[in-house]
């Protein structure tokens, strides 16, 4: 799952990215709200952290310019601005969800995992499909009550599909997911984690849609 994460303050943000990064996202992350807003319109990203008193461009103005243009992705705001009409305002720009600084860590991703839930119209916490069940708060992954081990990379590649059970993935939507701003990825990377993960879950779990891209298979 790919975040961007628009926040000012370089210590903050610096923490905020790797605190995230370990829970398993990708993270881009920019310090001006002009820079956050062109990043939001050329990407597709699954969720965007928003600091308010940002430089270039105010958070409000940048959520409400996201809503404006049809952008629909879960946004939470994540600022310093407390009072009950600050809150009021956030929510009402379109915010979906608002943190107030200083902020638990354990939180914030708590608060991400049921945005992205609600955003997949998952019912339950946990993701299931053909036996396969994936836990995001515990990054526990099992199949038929066994548990499975497997890669940073194939677990997140794994949620992706799970939270986009109906659709077609394509080889380039799924790498924007894996990959932040930066990180290097070869030419064959998403062939190489569907491979792992049909030996790992079974070979008719992942389907491959020709031309198209990836789908979760039938469910029995």
Wanted: aromatic share 4%; proline share 3%; with cysteine.
């Amino acid at each position: 799952m790919r975040l961007l994460l628009v926040e000012d303050d370089a210590l903050l943000g610096d923490g905020t990215r790797a605190g995230l990064m370990l829970a398993g996202y990708a993270v881009d992350w920019v310090r001006d709200g002009k820079l956050a807003l062109n990043a939001l319109l050329d990407h597709d990203y699954d969720a965007c952290v928003l600091d308010l008193g940002l430089p270039g461009m105010d958070g409000l103005s940048v959520l409400g310019e996201l809503r404006q243009r049809g952008k629909q992705l879960p946004v939470l705001v994540l600022t310093a601005r407390d009072t009950r009409e600050d809150k009021i305002s956030g929510l009402d720009c379109g915010a979906d969800d608002y943190l107030t600084k200083p902020f638990d860590l354990a939180e914030l991703q708590a608060r991400l995992r049921a945005l992205l839930r609600r955003a997949s119209g998952a019912a339950s916490p946990v993701l299931s499909h053909a036996g396969v069940e994936l836990d995001p708060a515990t990054k526990r992954v099992s199949r038929q009550g066994q548990e499975i081990q497997l890669s940073a990379r194939e677990y997140a590649l794994l949620l992706d599909l799970l939270n986009h059970p109906r659709h077609v993935r394509t080889r380039a939507q799924l790498e924007e997911s894996l990959y932040a701003w930066g990180e290097e990825t070869d030419s064959n990377t998403v062939e190489v984690y569907v491979h792992h993960l049909r030996k790992k879950l079974g070979a008719e779990f992942i389907r491959t849609v020709r031309g198209l891209g990836y789908q979760l298979g039938p469910t029995a």
